[in-house]
């Protein structure tokens, strides 16, 4: 199995920072890529960016130019930075990886349990 831990959350001003880290334990053969999704209240999941193993990222519109993904490959953790923060960045962040475990053929998706942000003066 493979386990995700997030950390980072909690609640900030706006215009403040917060950096949320994930990572990755257990079994693990290869991870390829890690990412982070958002699920505002009454909204539905959204992604927010993802990097593959090589460093490349995606961001969704919104959070380019606030927000930064990077990743520590020889430590299985992804990071978000995230500056400027918005009140309609509230939200629990999940993240994931796509990962092969020792012993498997293929990738699955895993998830962490979430963290919450809450933007708010």
């Known amino acids: 199995q493979v386990q995700l831990v997030e950390s980072g959350g909690g609640l900030v001003q706006p215009g403040g920072s917060l950096r949320l880290s994930c990572a990755a334990s257990?079994?693990?053969?290869?991870?390829?890529?890690m990412g982070w999704y958002r699920q505002a209240p009454g909204k539905q999941r959204e992604v927010v960016a993802d990097i593959t193993s090589n460093g490349s990222t995606n961001y969704v519109a919104s959070v380019k130019g606030q927000f930064t993904i990077s990743r520590d490959n020889a430590k299985n953790t992804v990071y978000l930075q995230m500056n400027n923060l918005k009140p309609e960045d509230t939200a629990v962040y999940y993240c994931?990886?796509?990962?092969?475990?020792?012993?498997?053929?293929?990738?699955?998706?895993?998830w962490g349990q979430g963290t919450q942000v809450t933007v708010s003066s």
């Open positions: 994931y990886a796509n990962a092969v475990e020792y012993g498997r053929r293929y990738e699955y998706v895993y």
């Open positions: 257990g079994s693990i053969l290869r991870i390829n890529t």
